[in-house]
Structures are given as structure tokens and as C-alpha cells.
């Protein structure tokens, strides 16, 4: 399936949902075989930050769902970020921030250091921005709503 396909799955339902939304863009990132789309509401949304929250995980489900019937091999499904008026991308920046300190935090006390609980998404976003910074590595424990990151100090 090609990236331009998976847009206009997403176009589609976002046009046949009647949804106050407009694509502002939509870009592939191979390394991480993740496609990014940005949307922006036409409309003011009651109760902002929820309602968008909302609507972003209805639309990435959605197309998710549409999409993994064209693979058969799930490991090549890319990850679709639908990100309605930048709340995304601040989530991802705070995410990468809190990660950034809790780094810092092992390395000065040389000790491993737990993060509250995450869903699998925002795990990813953890271990992907910390996959290169020396002297750290990350892994994930616990059982599912309890799954967390891990950050450990690994001394060279």
C-alpha cells in the first residue's frame, strides 16, 4: 500500500464523517515508517483538548483498521499521527522532554529511573528518542495498563 493510498483513507473518512476538519499535511518518514498528518479543525471544538483527544484516536483507529486489511505482514504496517491543531506534537514534545530529564537523572545518580505508566504509543516515543544518547538505554516492564519505560544508566 502506497502513502498516498493511506491519505486518502484518512481524506475519506474525515470527508464522509462530516467532520469540521481540513489536511493540512501529510508526510512519510521512512526510517521510522511513520507517516505524520496534520489537521486543523474549521470549527471551534467544545471542551477543546478532550474533544480533539478524542477525535484524534476515533480517526487514527478508523483508518488503522482500513489500513492493516492490505497487510498481511503486520510488522510492515506503518504508524499513522494524526495530530488536529499541534495538541500532538505538544504531547510528543513533553513526552521527549520528561524523558530528556529523567535521563539526565540516571546519568547524575548512575542509578536506573521508572516512568509512570504508559500506553504503547508513548512508549515508543520514549525508547525511539533515547535509542541514541550515550549512555542510556530503555526498555519497558510491567503488565499492560502498568507497562512502563525503563530508563537505565549503562556505564562504557
Do not use: C
Not at 470527508?15 to 512519510?28: G, M, Q, R, W
Amino acid at each position: 500500500m502506497k502513502k498516498e493510498d493511506i491519505r486518502q483513507i484518512y481524506e475519506d473518512i474525515i470527508n464522509k464523517s462530516a467532520l469540521p476538519i481540513d489536511i493540512v499535511s501529510f508526510e512519510y518518514n521512512p526510517k521510522s515508517n511513520s507517516l505524520w498528518m496534520e489537521l486543523r479543525s474549521t470549527e471551534k471544538i467544545e471542551n477543546r483538548e478532550n474533544r480533539i483527544s478524542d477525535l484524534q484516536s476515533a480517526i487514527n483507529y478508523l483508518g488503522r483498521k482500513i489500513i492493516e486489511r492490505s497487510f498481511t505482514d503486520k510488522s510492515l504496517l506503518p504508524s499513522v499521527v494524526v495530530d488536529i491543531n499541534g495538541i500532538e506534537k505538544k504531547r510528543i514534545e513533553s513526552l521527549q522532554t520528561t524523558a530528556h530529564m529523567m535521563a539526565e537523572r540516571a546519568k547524575f545518580f548512575k542509578k536506573n529511573v521508572e516512568l509512570e505508566p504508559m500506553n504503547p504509543f508513548a512508549r515508543r516515543i520514549v525508547h525511539e528518542f533515547l535509542q541514541d544518547k550515550p549512555n542510556i538505554r530503555t526498555n519497558s516492564t510491567g503488565e499492560g495498563r502498568q507497562r512502563r519505560v525503563v530508563i537505565e544508566y549503562i556505564e562504557e
